[in-house]
């Protein structure tokens, strides 16, 4: 007779449990993108990586990483947001930005992602990218390396979102400074 009621009392504790996780929403497995930190007007100008004082991406459009890959922006076609000027290789693209700019801003205010994570600010080839949850990327190339082939290797080490903190948490200190 115990062991029936001690069953009985299993299964229907088990069922609460189950229905109080069912009815709350999933947290533990969402995936949501962290959001890019923000910054202030003057930390925009004082920590982005620009171009004659205002020109984001060396004139790349920022649009174009997300639909085929890093193209040369027209002078006549240019936004500025929020001090920053960006050009667009079509009026398209200038719509799509001004529609959703953080959407397409480089992460870390355009410099290397790489340096960003090792907590410096270095500068980039802007052909040398890769889009990471949604985020643009931007990886130095030159004489000294290539940091793309650096951060894929550790990526494949010890993960990518690990890295991808790491950077978020040392731009953060970097603007704040």
């Given at each position: 007779m115990k062991k029936s009621n001690f069953a009985h009392g299993l299964i229907y504790a088990t069922g609460i449990v189950a229905f109080l996780l069912a009815s709350r929403p999933n947290t533990f497995f969402a995936e949501e993108e962290p959001a890019?930190?923000?910054?202030?007007?003057?930390?925009?100008?004082?920590?982005?990586?620009?171009?004659?004082?205002?020109?984001?991406?060396?004139?790349?459009?920022?649009?174009?990483?997300?639909?085929?890959?890093?193209?040369?922006?027209?002078?006549a076609l240019n936004l500025r947001h929020q001090g920053v000027n960006y050009y667009f290789a079509t009026e398209a693209n200038r719509k799509l930005f001004e529609a959703d700019p953080e959407k397409y801003e480089p992460a870390y205010g355009g410099w290397c992602a790489w340096a960003m994570s090792k907590?410096?600010?270095?500068?980039?080839?802007?052909?040398?990218?890769?889009?990471?949850?949604?985020?643009?990327?931007?990886?130095?190339?030159?004489?000294?390396?290539?940091?793309?082939?650096?951060?894929?290797?550790?990526?494949?080490?010890?993960?990518?979102?690990?890295?991808?903190?790491?950077?978020?948490?040392?731009?953060?200190?970097?603007?704040?400074?």
């Open positions: 890019p930190p923000q910054v202030s007007l003057s930390q925009r100008l004082n920590h982005y990586n620009l171009e004659d004082g205002s020109v984001a991406l060396s004139g790349y459009d920022p649009v174009s990483y997300f639909n085929g890959g890093p193209r040369k922006g027209k002078k907590g410096s600010k270095y500068e980039v080839a802007p052909e040398n990218y890769k889009i990471v949850g949604g985020r643009n990327l931007l990886f130095y190339k030159g004489w000294t390396g290539d940091t793309l082939e650096k951060w894929n290797k550790s990526s494949a080490e010890s993960g990518e979102d690990s890295l991808i903190q790491t950077a978020d948490s040392n731009w953060v200190k970097t603007v704040a400074k």
